[in-house]
């Protein structure tokens, strides 16, 4: 992964998804569906097939997370998807109030296209991985789990992240077998700024 895959993530498409994120958890609010984004809104990047996630923060804690990691749908629509869902179906967190809405930011991460691993042993995927650069997909049978590059900053020692994502996939820690399959990713992440709560009278 010698050049950047998000080149043509310029400003503008950015700005466009997250008022995309943030027009249908709105809407959301209001129809109780995700909106529905017309042809002119999907021009360019925006309308290209790309994994994505969307994550909710209310001054810096976590309110919500939700994405996908294959390239299924146009990037527009995934995030439109993603941002309902991440507002009113992530099962850790209550569905969303209108009222939290104003203090709520909203951060997308755009994923690039997978590219699998060869690794004949533990010691060679840790050896092949860009700490701080590679998100990491496991999955062993109907087993599987992600975690994005940013997971590096809570979990920066490779052993360490490894571990955890073998256990998030239900996996014991330092589990290995010939039949574990892995993929690496980048993900771009952008974020509106952050909000200050809003004085009650």
């Not at 690794?119 to 840790?126: F, M, N």
Request: glycine share 6%.
């Amino acid at each position: 992964m010698a050049h950047s895959p998000f080149t043509e993530l310029q400003a503008d498409a950015r700005q466009r998804l997250l008022a995309i994120a943030r027009d249908s958890i709105s809407h959301g609010l209001e129809h109780g569906v995700p909106a529905t984004l017309a042809d002119d809104r999907l021009t360019g990047i925006v309308g290209e097939p790309r994994g994505s996630f969307v994550t909710l923060r209310q001054q810096s804690t976590l309110r919500g997370c939700v994405g996908t990691i294959e390239p299924v749908h146009p990037l527009g629509k995934a995030v439109a998807k993603a941002a309902f869902n991440a507002a009113f179906r992530d099962t850790r967190f209550p569905a969303l109030q209108e009222h939290e809405l104003p203090t709520t930011t909203i951060e997308i991460s755009v994923l690039s296209h997978m590219e699998f691993i060869a690794a004949p042993s533990e010691a060679a995927l840790l050896q092949s991985l860009e700490i701080g650069v590679d998100g990491l997909l496991l999955q062993e049978g109907w087993r599987r789990a992600t975690f994005l590059p940013k997971v590096w900053e809570q979990i920066p020692d490779p052993v360490d992240f490894l571990n955890a994502l073998r256990e998030k996939a239900g996996l014991p820690a330092h589990y290995w077998s010939d039949s574990l399959h892995f993929q690496r990713y980048q993900a771009m992440a952008f974020a509106e700024p952050e909000l200050r709560p809003v004085a009650n009278g």
